[in-house]
């Protein structure tokens, strides 16, 4: 069974504008989960991160995430969106009893801000 | 401050031939991952180094695939009698035990290997 789940493969939002891109877990304890974003020809970067704790994680470049237990999901969000925004979003968790130290990652969305 | 280096940047090489890919983790990273990112596709975790414990090799595809690593340094990632499938980015990570070996620990990820088999 997957762990993560990136529903949507695509999201365009104009400059601007708040961004959401959308990310599910599935794990039999506690997640510990993560986000990364890609740009082109590059390595993934580290956003943020949600260990324990308050429910509102906040990351790089204006980005944070909401951890919501009931619903199981990760969302990543942003108030206002830059262009320079665009690029490749991963969501990947920890899942130490099936898994152990490795990320399982989602198959990534791609953010596309527009001016 | 160097961050994740990895080389070669770009391999290109004959379907059958044997390939090794190099990571040079963060200097004091004492856990070291390799991953493998298909066109379009997630990552999909290949092997991890902790210290001097024993590598979970979980990942690995095939037995053509192999891993080493000397103490906290350098990897190397050795693809035996590459196939075509075998085409793909290949991430390396690395990341600090956190106090009392949590598992907090965040991956930093240097900016992979592309790898075409012809």
């Known amino acids: 069974a997957q762990s993560v789940a990136q529903p949507e493969d695509q999201v365009n939002v104009a400059e601007g504008n708040p961004l959401t891109v959308k990310c599910t877990y599935s794990?039999?304890?506690?997640?510990?989960l993560f986000w990364y974003v890609q740009y082109p020809n590059r390595g993934l970067q580290f956003l943020l991160k949600?260990?324990?704790?308050?429910?509102l994680v906040k990351g790089s470049y204006g980005f944070e995430a909401e951890f919501n237990k009931s619903q199981t999901s990760f969302h990543l969000k942003k108030p206002s969106a830059l262009v320079s925004d665009s690029a490749l979003y991963f969501c990947?968790?920890?899942?130490?009893?099936?898994?152990?130290?490795?990320?399982?990652f989602g198959k990534g969305t791609s953010l596309l801000v527009t001016p | 401050g160097a961050g994740v280096s990895q080389s070669p940047s770009n391999k290109v090489t004959e379907k059958g031939k044997d390939v090794e890919l190099r990571c040079d983790p963060i200097?004091?990273?004492?856990?070291l991952y390799w991953y493998r990112q298909r066109l379009g596709q997630g990552l999909e975790f290949l092997i991890y180094?902790?210290?001097?414990?024993?590598?979970?090799k979980s990942g690995l595809p095939s037995d053509r695939f192999s891993a080493e690593r000397t103490g906290e340094s350098v990897s190397t990632l050795t693809i035996q009698r590459t196939q075509q499938e075998d085409s793909a980015v290949y991430l390396c990570?690395?990341?600090?035990?956190?106090?009392?070996?949590?598992?907090?620990?965040?991956?930093?990820f240097g900016p992979g290997t592309r790898l075409t088999v012809l």
């Open positions: 990570a690395s990341s600090s035990r956190g106090l009392a070996g949590t598992s907090t620990d965040t991956q930093y």
């Open positions: 794990v039999s304890g506690n997640p510990y």
């Open positions: 949600y260990i324990t704790g308050d429910n």
């Open positions: 990947a968790v920890r899942d130490l009893a099936n898994s152990g130290y490795a990320l399982n």
């Open positions: 200097s004091g990273h004492t856990a």
């Open positions: 180094f902790q210290g001097n414990s024993a590598p979970d």
